[in-house]
């Protein structure tokens, strides 16, 4: 596995698409590992002042961190939403017959 970015070749690198290279790294959590990509993204100045702030907060050590605890609640709130939509389905189905 790798990639070959302006003629170097570099393991463990990966071009996902046109715009995104993913780096495959492995890392240590108590006695086993895991492997976290590594991605690039385009954030506003907005995003970005927001990301900064809950750096200095302190609640947070690093961007990782952060955009790990976003994903967390989006999974969270997207689930609640499927539920629900889920839940009117089944009453609609129920009030029908």
């Given at each position: 596995?790798?990639?070959?970015?302006?003629?170097?070749?570099?393991?463990?690198?990966?071009?996902?698409?046109?715009?995104?290279?993913?780096?495959?790294?492995?890392?240590?959590?108590?006695?086993?590992?895991?492997?976290?990509?590594?991605?690039?993204?385009?954030?506003?100045?907005?995003?970005?002042?927001?990301?900064r702030?809950?750096?200095?907060?302190?609640?947070?050590?690093?961007?990782s961190?952060?955009l790990?605890?976003?994903?967390?609640?989006?999974?969270?709130?997207?689930?609640?939403?499927?539920?629900?939509?889920?839940?009117?389905?089944?009453?609609?189905?129920?009030?029908?017959?």
């Open positions: 596995m790798g990639a070959s970015i302006a003629g170097w070749k570099h393991p463990g690198l990966r071009l996902c698409d046109r715009d995104t290279l993913v780096r495959i790294s492995p890392i240590r959590h108590g006695s086993f590992m895991s492997v976290r990509r590594t991605v690039t993204v385009s954030i506003t100045p907005e995003q970005d002042a927001l990301l702030a809950f750096l200095t907060s302190g609640r947070y050590r690093s961007v961190e952060v790990r605890s976003a994903l967390r609640l989006l999974e969270r709130d997207e689930a609640s939403a499927l539920a629900a939509i889920q839940r009117s389905a089944a009453h609609g189905e129920a009030n029908r017959g």
